[in-house]
């Protein structure tokens, strides 16, 4: 799934009190740099997840990281897959009609 695209760059919704002066604008520069290495690295966990997925190893690489790292890593894992399909859901709703989604739907049947 392309977790990271040009999309990702549309703004953010954050509340932010904007008062001009150098405090703010460092802070929002920062806010902004930290917002994009999240995304960035949010991406790169989807890629990687999704060749685990492919190889049938996933659950039991997050299972051995977790224990040696001490950090549960499923869970954010199962929220961004989560997160993922609300995305496309949305995406691919507003792409298209309702007479093209039923062709999708019948074209996906074929291929499984």
Partial sequence: ??????RDHE???RQIIHVEN???SKLEQLLNKTIDENKKLMGAMCAIDNELLSRGIAESVYADAQRN??????????????????????DIMSRYSKHELKIIKKLIKQTN
């Fill in 22 to 24: 150098p405090i703010n």
């Fill in 69 to 90: 790292g001490l950090i549960e890593i499923l869970s954010i894992v199962q929220q961004h897959r989560g997160d993922d399909e609300v995305r496309l859901q949305k």
């Fill in 11 to 13: 703004p953010q919704k």
């Fill in 1 to 6: 799934m392309p977790c990271y695209d040009p």
